[in-house]
């Protein structure tokens, strides 16, 4: 059998199992945000997209989403740059204690948000939600890029040292390219999360109505899911997928181009 | 004892002779294949049985007058009436063209017990048949293999008693049951209550002291193993059709009688009628073949109805529902599986459209009622029979509830009930309120009065559902909780029936039933009123709602001047995915012509479908005014409302959130 069947091969379970639990689904839901009714299934073309993207709660909802991104994930990324940083190449002691920044990861999100909601007393600005998704996501993002800064090989330092590079060389042209493409991911990765936050913010505010100002994507789907309204719940579905796939896409775009 | 025979020949054999009468004859819909045989009157009927034709013999014996033996034929017209001797008959039955005569009593030859005559019907020969020398009274005899068994009291069990705790509360006692066969040999089993003939053998209702209510069949001289069965409990009359089938009715919890058919190999049974009468004094349930006859309690006569056309041989019909719903509808003949789900559980089943489940029972102050009216997809019913025709019956705004934006029926509604404060006129005119027409200030002093009154545990229900029945009104004529309505309302609550105690639990204690036992005391004058709501009986149990002359039902006060009363209606939908589709909207049909046919439902337009009464008038225009209230989930007002009674929220903030809450719910 040649090396690529056997790949293939390999490859099929995950294949399967990716077609049955997300291909599927998905085009099933795609299915069900054009149609009226899912007894009658009238087809009603975008009519319902169009129905969703004019509702002012998904509107409210989308620019909190986006929002969250443009705030949090840049703070996210440059705080777990400079941690990792001082993880990789600071005091020794300090490199000792990085197994504590993957504690948020594994603390349960439930007694997290308990400590939060002691330290906050109101809930009239967006504040703790923005610092509980980076709390919650630095460990990940520390991780991936102290995995990134600790492989790159010291010789190419000491190569550009003895071609007379400076400190400022040094990162502009051997570090920072190098750690690239793991700052693109972790940005990525970063962004998805950011719409997996509905979880934290829910146990935070304890509703599904929350203040306007945290009221994100997965608050409007999940309401509408509670209120039967499967056309909307896809519709906004595929509208959120869409804005994944599209960030997704412009993010490899843009790294695509720093790499040529 | 021969007179008696020779009295009883000749009334036989001039049967034919009689002048027929045809009174009695009436008919309902070829649905219910009802036939009215013999008016009713208290204590007359001693005992009736079927004939192979259809036709109904029946002895009665109207106050201060010798029984009668009465045929009625297959069409229920009268044939014949001719006195009898006997003063008494325990139980008669119809087997071969003979017709058997139970009674008990004294006889020279025999001394005390229980005796059967039988009588040929075409000859017109009577003899005594047998002798139960054991059964002081005889309850019920019937036929295997071509001998009399008949059930009864047996001398020689005096103080013999099986108690047992049915569902754990109710205890039961009998005393001395045995059956016997007429060659003497009793068929051995505990505490038999009740038996019938079924085709292969005798079927026996029993209870015994470890295991409880039981169904035994005896077959071929053997007894089978018994069938528990904790569905039915103290049941009255039983009558067994086919191999394994049986009819018997009970009491359910809401207080009225049903008939019900089961399968004794499973001891479960469906509800097929209502309103069937059967104490120990009257004669029973009685079958043959498909027939059926029972006392209506509501006709007052004797009914004979085809069994098919009721029982659905106990297919089963699959129930959704949320836990704040309460009560089954009437079940017409299916064996109704509920199972309750929260809120979200349900949505989920819903929205999936399972196949395992059938129809969906919503109740509108339920927090997922209004979600599953606006966007649950359920099956389209202005195809069903009888469906379309039920909706035209109802108060036009519950027909409106019923009908989505494209015309679709999307559910039938099955029970209505509401804010109603009952009282006694005669006593509340002497305080000087006028109940039918108060603010909602005036209601509190009302309120508040009848407490100081030593009336607290009977004046109104808990403060919490006083209060949120006061917000469930409210919401359902507002969008919004920023109205000097509102506000002056939510102060009044808090300051005078504030239901959060200091601990911050909720106060219930003042929660007590419209109970018979509080209909006594109104009857007697002793109560002066009651705040309650009209709980989700079973329509046929709210005729005692209407007992008393003096009962009168007064709405909540309205906020405004043209205001609504707010009205709970339990809905039925039908699941479109169902794999037992057919018989769901079979079930659909059937319970829409019931209700559709039943008094003082409260939710049919026709004025004649009500009982003549004050206070059935009140009910009548105070539904006949309603708005259905659908709930809103808990958190977007009800658990701030709590805090604000518990002085956590200030009123601004309360309506603030409210509101913004309230906003995005519909909005979204």
Redesign the interface.
């Known amino acids: 059998m040649k090396w690529n069947t056997k790949c293939k091969l390999c490859l099929l379970p995950s294949l399967i199992g990716t077609a049955i639990f997300f291909v599927i689904p998905y085009i099933r839901v795609l299915y069900y945000s054009l149609i009226d ?4 299934r009238n087809f009603v073309g975008l009519q319902n997209y169009l129905e969703t993207l004019e ?4 509107q409210l909802a989308l620019k909190n989403s986006l929002l969250l991104i443009i705030v949090c994930v840049p703070v996210l990324i440059l705080l777990s740059l400079e941690v990792s940083l001082v993880l990789s190449y600071g005091i020794k002691w300090v490199r000792k204690t990085r197994f504590a920044f993957v504690l948020p990861m594994v603390i349960p999100t439930a007694s997290v948000v308990l400590i939060w909601r002691s330290v906050f007393e109101n809930d009239a600005t967006v504040l703790p939600i923005y610092l509980l998704f980076i709390w919650k996501n630095i460990g990940i993002c520390i991780v991936l890029l102290t995995a990134a800064f600790t492989a790159i090989e010291q010789s190419i330092y000491e190569a550009a040292r003895l071609d007379g590079a400076n400190s400022f060389i040094l990162h502009t042209k051997i570090t920072i390219p190098i750690i690239m493409p793991t700052v693109f991911f972790t940005t990525l990765l970063s962004v998805v999360n950011s719409f997996k936050i509905f979880k934290e913010s829910y146990l935070y505010y304890g ?3 929350p ?2 100002h945290s ?1 994100t994507l997965q608050y ?1 789907m999940n ?8 056309q909307s719940l896809a519709t906004s579905a595929v509208l959120t997928s869409m804005i994944v796939f599209l960030i997704v896409i412009g993010g490899m775009a843009v790294q695509r181009r720093y790499r040529q | 004892m021969k007179k008696v025979l020779v009295l009883f020949l000749v009334t036989v054999l001039i049967f034919s002779a009689c002048s027929v009468k045809t009174d009695n004859v009436e008919s309902n819909s070829a649905q219910f294949s009802a036939y009215l045989f013999y008016e009713v009157e208290y204590g007359d009927v001693k005992a009736f049985c079927g004939d192979d034709k259809g036709g109904l013999y029946v002895v009665a014996s109207p106050f201060g007058e010798p029984c009668s033996l009465i045929y009625f034929d297959e069409n229920g017209a009268e044939i014949s009436s001719n006195e009898l001797t006997y003063s008494t008959v325990n139980d008669m039955l119809f087997y071969d063209n003979r017709l058997y005569i139970a009674y008990s009593g004294y006889k020279v030859d025999y001394g005390t017990g229980s005796f059967v005559d039988v009588f040929d019907m075409e000859t017109g020969e009577g003899s005594q048949c047998c002798y139960f020398q054991n059964l002081s009274t005889v309850k019920s005899i019937a036929m295997i293999d071509g001998e009399i068994v008949a059930a009864g009291t047996d001398t020689k069990k005096t103080g013999m008693k099986c108690t047992y705790l049915w569902n754990g509360r109710e205890e039961v006692t009998y005393q001395g049951t045995a059956i016997y066969m007429q060659s003497g040999k009793e068929i051995e089993t505990s505490f038999p209550m009740e038996m019938c003939t079924l085709e292969n053998g005798l079927l026996i209702y029993g209870c015994d002291n470890e295991n409880g209510y039981y169904f035994r069949k005896y077959e071929k001289g053997e007894l089978s193993e018994p069938v528990y069965t904790e569905q039915l409990g103290k049941i009255k009359g039983l009558a067994g059709f086919g191999d394994n089938s049986f009819v018997t009715q009970s009491v359910n919890r809401s207080g009225y009688e049903t008939l019900l058919a089961g399968n004794a190999d499973t001891g479960s049974a469906a509800e097929i009628f209502t309103n069937v009468f059967v104490t120990g004094e009257y004669p029973e349930i009685k079958t043959k073949g498909d027939l059926c006859w029972f006392i209506n309690n509501v006709s007052g006569k004797i009914e004979r109805i085809s069994l098919p056309a009721y029982y659905k041989g106990n297919q089963t019909i699959r129930m959704l529902c949320s836990f704040h719903s309460d009560g089954t509808p009437f079940t017409c003949g299916y064996n109704i599986e509920t199972e309750k789900y929260g809120n979200e559980e349900l949505a989920l089943k819903i929205l999936s459209q399972d196949r395992d489940y059938d129809i969906c029972y919503v109740n509108s102050r339920a927090g997922a009622a209004g979600n599953i009216r606006d966007k649950g997809s359920f099956y389209p019913l202005n195809d069903t029979k009888g469906v379309e025709e039920y909706l035209d019956k109802l108060f036009p705004y519950l027909k409106d509830a019923c009908i989505t934006e494209n015309g679709e029926i999307w559910c039938i509604p099955v029970n209505i009930d509401g804010q109603v404060h009952f009282y006694n006129e005669e006593n509340i005119v002497k305080t000087g309120f006028d109940l039918q027409n108060m603010t909602m200030e005036q209601y509190f002093d009302y309120i508040g009065y009848m407490k100081a009154e030593g009336l607290s545990d009977k004046a109104c229900r808990d403060s919490w559902t006083f209060s949120e029945m006061v917000l469930l009104k409210y919401i359902a004529e507002y969008d919004s909780f920023d109205t000097p309505v509102f506000s002056e309302t939510a102060q009044l609550i808090k300051s005078r029936f504030n239901c959060m105690n200091a601990d911050g639990t909720i106060d219930t204690t003042e929660f007590v039933d419209l109970s018979s036992k509080l209909q006594q005391e109104f009857l007697k004058g002793d109560v002066s009123g009651i705040y309650s709501e009209m709980h989700m009986l079973r329509i046929s149990g709210r005729f005692y709602y209407l007992w008393n002359e003096n009962m009168r039902a007064a709405p909540m006060p309205y906020y405004e001047n043209g205001g609504k009363n707010l009205v709970n209606v339990i809905f039925i939908a039908v699941n479109p995915s169902s794999d037992n589709l057919s018989a769901s909207l079979d079930y659909i049909s059937s319970l829409a012509d019931y209700i559709g046919s039943q008094t003082d439902t409260f939710m049919l337009s026709d004025k004649e479908m009500y009982s003549d009464t004050k206070c059935a008038d009140d009910l009548y225009e105070i539904f006949e005014n309603g708005i259905i209230g659908y709930a809103f989930p808990d958190e977007i007002y009800r658990t701030d409302y709590m805090s604000y009674l518990a002085g956590e929220m200030s009123l601004d903030e309360f309506i603030a959130e409210a509101d913004r809450k309230l906003s995005a719910y519909k909005g979204e």
């Open positions: 009714n899912q007894f009658r509702n002012e709660y998904f509703t599904n109505y203040p306007d009221y409007y309401n509408n899911f509670l209120k039967l309204d499967y």
